[in-house]
């Protein structure tokens, strides 16, 4: 049987036995997961997710780059149109050990600088080599986008492959206290 098969196949299965019809298009918990493309870490699995609790967005890492910051305004706007004010109200980052972003940054450094929008010479402040560092980092350029709400609850996870189970690196917490506000 082909892969294609297999799939369609698949995806009948899914229709009749778990398809949930009248989903809405906003996730009913409000919250966007962004992870990794690595096939071990499909955030919906790791995190227990069902169908419309949350968007989940997978690129290179998990990683906060341009691109990403960029999807998020959109989905910002499409939030709005949809009647919900302000969008997500909770963003999960989802950085994960064992990464092949590592690989990349020992062998293509330039595309990796390409993909994160930085020169070459600016990845080691990105903390591409540590997962818990990186989450760190990830959420301080997501703190610096003044395109985002600053009610958005941000959370840092990585997951360790070897293990399944996921490490809280940054509680939940806003993104920016609202102008006017002392911790």
Request: hydrophobic share 45%; proline share 6%.
């Amino acid at each position: 049987m082909e892969f294609l098969e297999q799939l369609t196949g698949r995806n009948a299965h899914f229709a009749e036995t778990a398809f949930v019809p009248g989903l809405k298009m906003m996730p009913s918990t409000g919250t966007i997961v962004v992870g990794c493309v690595d096939p071990r870490v499909d955030p919906a699995a790791v995190l227990g997710l069902e169908q419309g609790e949350a968007a989940v967005i997978r690129n290179v890492g998990g990683r906060v780059t341009r691109n990403l910051i960029e999807t998020l305004g959109i989905l910002r706007v499409v939030a709005q149109a949809a009647g919900r004010e302000g969008g997500v109200r909770n963003l999960v980052l989802l950085h994960h050990t064992d990464c092949g972003i590592i690989g990349c940054y020992h062998h293509e450094p330039e595309l990796l600088a390409r993909h994160m929008g930085v020169e070459p010479g600016a990845l080691d402040n990105l903390a591409v080599t540590d997962p818990y560092k990186a989450v760190v980092k990830d959420i301080a350029i997501l703190k610096a986008t003044a395109q985002l709400a600053d009610t958005i609850v941000v959370t840092g996870l990585v997951y360790a492959v070897a293990t399944g189970l996921v490490e809280t690196v940054a509680a939940p917490g806003p993104l920016r206290l609202p102008p006017g506000t002392r911790k």
